[in-house]
């Protein structure tokens, strides 16, 4: 039983930080530029993660450039999480 209950502890673990990294993605995707928001807001969850963890970045340098990095970053790391 107590292998099951480590085992299951961290496995929550990882679901409630997948939650919270949806729930920013999602947040910043309403405070994107309006360009980026319009490409972004009516996906899915899933379709979001996806869309966002296979953005391109070049150079950091426009408030587009900068959310499109964030934004890959939080789903990558939904990625991530979903794995583990």
Known sequence: ????????TARDSARKARVAAVTSLQSLVVSAPASLRAQLRDLSGRDLVARCASFRIGSVD???????????CLARRCLALGEE
């Not at 039983?1 to 299951?8: D, G, S, T």
């Not at 450039?65 to 934004?71: P, Q």
């Open 1 to 8: 039983m107590e292998m099951i209950r480590v085992i299951k």
């Open 62 to 72: 426009s408030p587009i450039a900068s959310t499109k990095f964030a934004l890959r």
